[in-house]
């Protein structure tokens, strides 16, 4: 059972727009969420985090919102750049940190920004 | 020191070897993961150490074995591996701090 969906496998967009990309979670103990980056051949990079008791985290061209009762998330990025092309990962947690902390991801999504 | 080093980058090995995969933090981080993801997968946790002590395994067969010598790393040993074990290792460190949780850049393992 698939605790953290995102159900976009691929996102296209032009430079200079906004690209939105879609996190859905069913487990309800979640509370806190993040969002990696990763190329090809390299480990997921961190890129933004919110709190279940927050809405909205933003940080530069990159937020986050949070919507608990449709257990949705989505991160904006805002001019899109060519450098931003990449895998995307949703990430959900009981906890945002400590001892037998883990991370549950999705399966993705592919963003391509084209110049 | 704001990062996982993983060694190596790239192993092949056949299914009757014994490797090693090795994971470094100098974060003061006192959790340490290994992660497995496929191609097109997510990654997936396969061990939780915390405080160098084992705290989570998440069903992994015992041709996996990890261990922790000390605060700063983690090692992965392998062996009779399988063809469908080849994939990206992922080790991965974090404190208590929110978003601290910290991934190396994986070693990429192909079993033959």
């Known amino acids: 059972d698939q605790q953290v969906k995102q159900n976009s496998p691929s996102l296209s967009v032009q430079e200079g727009r906004i690209s939105i990309l879609n996190c859905d979670y069913t487990?309800?103990?979640?509370?806190?969420f993040l969002w990696y980056k990763k190329y090809p051949a390299e480990g997921p990079t961190f890129l933004i985090s919110i709190s279940s008791i927050k809405d909205k985290n933003e940080d530069g061209r990159f937020t986050v919102f949070l919507n608990k009762s449709a257990k949705h998330l989505s991160l904006h990025i805002v001019p899109s750049q060519p450098g931003d092309s990449a895998v995307y990962f949703c990430?959900?947690?009981?906890?945002?940190?400590?001892?037998?902390?883990?991370?549950?991801f999705g399966k993705g999504t592919l963003l391509t920004v084209n110049p | 020191d704001t990062e996982v080093t993983q060694t190596p980058k790239h192993l092949v090995m056949g299914m009757t070897n014994k490797k090693s995969l090795k994971c470094e933090q100098h974060m003061g981080h006192r959790a340490m993961y290994w992660y497995k993801q496929k191609a097109k997968k997510p990654p997936e946790l396969m061990f939780v150490y915390s405080y160098e002590k084992l705290s989570i395994n998440e069903s992994v067969p015992s041709r996996f074995s990890p261990e922790c010598p000390n605060s700063s790393l983690l090692n992965l040993h392998l062996h009779a591996l399988q063809p469908e074990d080849s994939a990206l290792y992922l080790c991965?460190?974090?404190?208590?701090?929110?978003?601290?949780?910290?991934f190396g850049s994986g070693t990429r393992l192909t079993v033959v």
């Open positions: 991965a460190s974090s404190s208590m701090a929110p978003g601290s949780y910290t």
């Open positions: 990430a959900a947690s009981v906890g945002s940190g400590g001892s037998n902390y883990k991370l549950t």
């Open positions: 487990n309800s103990m979640f509370d806190y």
